[in-house]
Each structure stands twice: as C-alpha cells, then as structure tokens.
C-alpha cells in the first residue's frame, strides 16, 4: 500500500515538475513573444510618427513650392510687362517714325519678348499639372465640337502658312461622346494642329481624323512636313525635346508644347503619340500624331456589362426654371432624366416607363405633391419607385405631416445645393433592406484584416467582400453590386482613381456611396475627381481602424432607414 | 474724352501703361504709385475708371479696392484689376470681388485701351 502510494506520490511529482517545467517553457515563450510585439509595436509607433513627420515635410514643401511658382511668376512678368509694352509702343510707330533698321530691331526685341512670355507661361502650366494644381474641370463632351471649335482656331494660322485644315468626318454613328475638360483637350488639339501647320510645306493639307476604338476614342492630325526622325519619335514629347535644335526658335514654339499635350491627356487617362506616315505604310511624307482617350460607351453596351439596364430619373416640377436646372445637373451627371410639371402626368410616366427615382415639387397647381405621392403608393406599379421631395419646405416642416414621412426616401430643400441632392439621389437609390453590402478595396493585407476584424462583430448589420485590386473590385460590383465603398487610392495595379472612373461610367454604380481611405491626405481638386455618391474621405494617418468602422455603419444605418431625415447640412 | 487713374508701384510699368491709354486711345491718365495715395487721387479726380494692380505694398489692389467700396464718392468708379499671376485660384478669389474686371501682365499696350473699354461696356 505504501509502495502504491509512493509511485503514486512520485508520479505525481514527476507530473508536476513536468507541467512546471511546461508552464516555465510558456512562460518564458509568452515573456519573449510579449517584449518582441511591444518591440514590433514600438518600431511601428516609431515608423508611423516617421511617415507623418515625412508627411507634414512634403506639405510644408509643397506649400513652398506654390510660393515659389506664385513669386517667380510675379517676378519675372513684372519687368516683362514693362519691356513688352515699351518695346510695343516704340514698333508701332506711335512714338515717332522709325528707319527700317532699328524697326528691325524694335520687331525682334519685341518677338522675343513675346516668345519668353509664353516661355514662362508654359513652364508655370506644365509645373501646375505635374504637381496636381492645375484642376481638370470635367465635362460631358462632344469630340466633334472641340474638334470643329480647334480648327476655327487654328485656321487664320493656316491661312498664313497656306495650308489646308481639313477635317474627315467621322463615320456614321461614331457620335464620339467623352468626359473631359474641353478647354485642356481644346489646347491639345490646337497644339497639334499648330505643329502641323508650322512644319507643313505651303500649299500642303493637314487631315484631322476621328474614330471609336474600343472603350476610347482616337484622334489622328496628319501633317505632310518633314517628318520626324524615327530615333526622335519618342524624345519629342520631352520638355524642350524639339527635332532640330533650332525649332523652337524658328517656328516661334517654346518647345514644351507637346510635353504640355503629354501631360494633359495623361490627366484624361490616355495616351499620346507620334508616328511617322512612311512607317504607317503609307508613301506620304510627313507625321501623324495621334491622341486616345477614354470615351463613353452608349448606354446599350454598357448594359451588357452591368446587372440591370439603366432606369430614369423622374422630374417633377411646375416651375419650368426649377425643372430645368435640376434637369440639367442630373443630365450633366449621366442620368437619363424625364420631366413633367404636372402630378396626373408625373403618374402616367412612372406607371410606364423604367423609372428609378422621382424628384417631386410639393407645391404644383391641380394635382399637388401630396397628392400625387398618395397616388404614386396605391397603384402597384410604382408604390417601390423611391420618391425624393424637392421643396421649399424643410424637411422638419416636412415631418409633421406623418403620411409624407412614411411614403417618402428622401428630402432636398429649395433653393437646393447640387452636390446635397446628388447625394440624396445616391443614397435612395441604393437604399434597400439586409445588411449593408460593403466592398473593402485595400491591398495591404494587414491593414484590411484589422478592418475586416472590426465589421465582424457587427454581422447582422452589414457583410463586407475585401478584394486587393482594380480588377477585383470591378469584378465583384458587376457580380453582386455593393452598397458602400471603401477604397484604398493606391492599389496595385492602378489607383483609386481608376476606378472611381470607370464606376462612374456605370449606370447603377455611379452613385455609389463611397468612403476614400488613403494613406495620403486628398487635395480639393482630388477630391472632386474621387467623388461618386455621398463620398466621405478618411486619411489613414489621421484616423484609427475604428473610425472608419463607425462612419460605414452611420452610412450603413442612413441608407437603411425608411423614413425622411433632414439633410446634414 | 475718357479720364482713367493708373494705380501701379512699378514706375515703368505705370509709364507704358500711361503711355498706350494716352497715345493709343487718346484718353486722359492721372497716375498713383500706391493704395493711399491712389484712394486720394481718385477723390481729387474722380475718373471713370481705374486700373490697378493687385500686388503693392502695404496696401494691395483688393484692399485698396475694398476700401474704394466704401466711400460713396468713389464705390460707383469701376475698378480694372491688373494682375501679373495666373493661379486659377486669384482669378476666383478676385472676380469674387466685385470689380470690373481682371486684366493679365504682360498687357499688349496696343490692345490696352480696347480690352479695357470692352470690360467696360464703352465704345
């Protein structure tokens, strides 16, 4: 029995020196693990102070350099305006009749008075669009109105030089259509066309031709000159980069012209480039330069792409001004919009055509708002169309009246501020029920599981996808469309930007709400080619994981809730 | 005959642009090398116009121009802003102002007088 109990005893100390053993093992792992994550955790702390004190270094630099740009600007046209009009007044005459020989003179100071004006200007237009301060202010439009206004431009230039401009005109059915900035593609055309009259023998033509290639347009100036030398092809649209050295004093360019081009279409993500026409397997001497850029597609070949086809925005309004401007702006955004100023009318046209959303004036003369929305919710076909009231009411007047509250999604006040009904409409029209589809985009794997984390306790109220990619993400709006966005801006195979485009030429994407979470602060003008629906921008040294958690879930519950809230203002 | 005040810090600036209103249109200019003096010299004168540039010393053109504003001899006198920067955003921030309009340096001394009377309305 003793000896039973003594094995017992010993195995049990053998036991438990083990489990010591074991316990002092972990212990002295979990102490290693412990001081190496507190190391990790401080290298962090030690890299992200670093990345934030690098940040404030490049803003405080960039500021310098806009100072910079702004005083040299000053600077130099100080003197210039000067030289320029005295040298003007003394050519022109005005000042008392000049020999021959020192009008020469008078007429080469004052060209190249002129030629280092238009220097600095370019250089100080190039500087701006590298470094993002030059805003694109974009536009829906028509290739071939910039292309006829560039000609008129260009045409007394021509005569001068006795050269033809002729535009080819476009096939049938290329309606070329294209969100741009026309007066910065206006300047390119004029650009190019300039060049092909400057380097054009008299008597020759230069050709302007149009076409649909793909998802984008392409624009082809073909000149009959010289031709630029294969080895130069590329290196001409380096700044100062012109064939011959002497070009740009010749022909009166200040040799950044085509850098300037370069710059512009690469703001309009496309491409530009030069060839020459014996090498397009052509006898014709000569170059042809060459422009694509994205265009929009027709609302058909968009649907083919997209899950459902492109419903209208329903206008209601008696005041014919009030109509037109929204009409207008919705227009200017892509919707497809159609219009009445009466509510019997407004029921008709919602009954029989796809409409997504109707805008409504309460105040209308027979029919009222009031009326028309009562009558929009009995008849089955339209009671789901989400219905936005635009009055001059507030929403709070708008409130007490509760049948109003509960038949309607949304609220604008008038006189209304674009951008609040443009994220009103984003946000009725994807409104729905279940949880919140989100659409993390983010390819630091790290970053997104520690968001992902954070959604994870919240699963009844939203269900969130992650993808690392342009594509992905392209991929899963088409297959099952989300209803926020939360986008990282560099991705690694193209930015945010990118994509903020091409869900832009999506009809059912386009109002998307989304949030913009980047590692770098946004600029103003950034902020304007990133905005889709309501859009909210969150910088990644500036707020934690947390915070975005709680802004999505706020979009989240505002998209999801039925009844009128007040716009914030 | 069209009587215009010519608010510039720059002597030769202020001369050129003088010399063209004067030889090219044959209009009457009275001159001023700041803000201050340029605000006296508009209540002595009364001109139809004035044409200032916006970067001076001490007073700027938008500041001298604001306090044009408030004078009730002087608010109704257009005012032309002469500029020698670019930046999209002084263009806003200036239009917003309220003045006539805003002209570019270098300016052509031949056109001066055209483009100004255009801003204005005169022919």
Redesign the interface.
């Known amino acids: 029995m003793l000896n039973y109990l003594i094995a017992v005893l010993v195995s049990l100390v053998v036991f438990l020196t083990g489990t010591l053993v074991a316990l002092g093992v972990a212990f002295v792992r979990s102490r290693r693990l412990c001081e190496r994550l507190n190391a990790e955790l401080s290298a962090a702390l030690r890299e992200s102070q670093h990345r934030q004190s690098a940040l404030d270094e490049r803003k405080e630099l960039d500021t310098i350099k806009d100072e910079f740009i702004?005083t040299v600007?000053?600077e130099l046209?100080?003197?210039?305006?000067?030289?320029?009009?005295?040298l003007?007044?003394l050519s022109?005459g005005?000042?008392g009749k000049l020999d021959d020989k020192a009008a020469n003179l008078l007429r080469i100071a004052s060209t190249n008075?002129d030629r280092l004006?238009r220097l600095i200007?370019d250089i100080?237009d190039l500087e701006?669009m590298e470094s993002g301060r030059?805003?694109l202010h974009i536009r829906r439009c028509a290739l071939h109105e910039l292309v006829l206004q560039s000609v008129d431009t260009m045409t007394a230039l021509a005569e001068a030089a006795h050269v033809r401009l002729i535009i080819v005109p476009e096939p049938a059915g290329d309606h070329i259509v294209f969100d741009g900035d026309p007066d910065r593609v206006q300047q390119v055309l004029c650009n190019l066309l300039s060049n092909a009259i400057k380097f054009s023998p008299a008597g020759s033509s230069v050709r302007v031709l149009t076409g649909i290639d793909g998802h984008n347009f392409v624009l082809r100036v073909e000149d009959t000159g010289r031709g630029v030398p294969q080895d130069k092809i590329e290196s001409i649209f380096d700044r100062f980069g012109q064939v011959e050295p002497g070009d740009a004093r010749q022909k009166g360019g200040t040799g950044l012209g085509l850098a300037i081009c370069r710059s512009i279409v690469a703001q309009h993500h496309g491409a530009i480039w030069a060839e020459r026409n014996d090498a397009l397997g052509t006898e014709r001497a000569g170059t042809t330069f060459s422009l694509r850029m994205p265009r929009i597609v027709a609302a058909a070949a968009v649907a083919a792409v997209t899950i459902q086809s492109e419903g209208a925005i329903l206008v209601v309004d008696d005041d014919a001004s009030a109509r037109r401007a929204v009409t207008d702006l919705l227009h200017r955004h892509g919707y497809t919009v159609l219009e009445t100023a009466s509510g019997e009318q407004a029921l008709h046209m919602a009954a029989n055509n796809h409409v997504e959303a109707i805008l409504l004036d309460l105040y209308m003369p027979g029919m009222s708002g009031w009326q028309t929305i009562e009558k929009l919710k009995q008849n089955a076909a339209t009671a789901s169309i989400p219905i936005v009231v635009l009055s001059v009411l507030s929403p709070a007047a708008g409130t007490e009246d509760r049948p109003l509250v509960a038949n309607t999604q949304g609220w604008i006040q008038k006189p209304f501020n674009e951008s609040l009904l443009l994220a009103e409409l984003g946000r009725v029209l994807h409104a729905g029920t279940g949880p919140g589809r989100i659409l993390l985009v983010e390819d630091d794997f790290d970053l997104a599981t520690v968001v992902l984390a954070g959604f994870e306790v919240l699963d009844a109220q939203v269900s969130i996808t992650h993808v690392s990619s342009v594509g992905e993400a392209q991929l899963a709006c088409r297959t099952e469309p989300p209803d926020i966005l939360i986008l990282d801006l560099t991705l690694p195979d193209g930015s945010g930007f990118a994509l903020v485009d091409w869900l832009r030429g999506q009809p059912t994407l386009r109002t998307l709400p989304l949030v913009v979470y980047s590692g770098r602060d946004v600029t103003p003008t950034e902020m304007e080619q990133l905005r889709l629906g309501p859009t909210q921008f969150l910088a990644k040294a500036r707020v934690q994981p947390h915070d975005v958690e709680d802004l999505v879930l706020a979009m989240v519950r505002h998209l999801r809730t039925p009844t009128v809230q007040p716009p914030s203002a | 005959m069209r009587r215009i005040l010519i608010i510039d810090d720059?002597d030769?600036?202020r001369?050129?642009?003088a010399?063209?209103l004067e030889?090219?249109a044959g209009w009457t200019v009275c001159t001023a090398c700041c803000g201050a003096d340029g605000i006296k010299a508009a209540l002595s004168e009364l001109p139809d116009a004035i044409l200032m540039d916006v970067?001076m010393p001490t007073m700027d053109g938008p500041t001298t121009f604001k306090e044009m504003q408030k004078s009730p001899e002087l608010a109704h006198i257009p005012v032309i802003l002469l500029t020698?920067?670019?930046?999209?955003v002084d263009q806003r921030r200036f239009a917003g102002l309220g003045v006539a309009a805003v002209l570019f340096?270098?300016?052509?001394?031949?056109t001066l007088a055209e483009q100004m009377s255009v801003a204005l309305g005169w022919n």
């Open positions: 702004s600007s000053h046209r100080t003197p210039l305006t000067s030289i320029r009009g005295a003007g007044l022109s005005l000042m008075t004006v200007n100080l701006r030059a805003p | 720059e030769d600036i001369e050129v642009a010399l063209s030889s090219v970067m020698a920067k670019v930046q999209g340096k270098p300016f052509d001394p031949l």
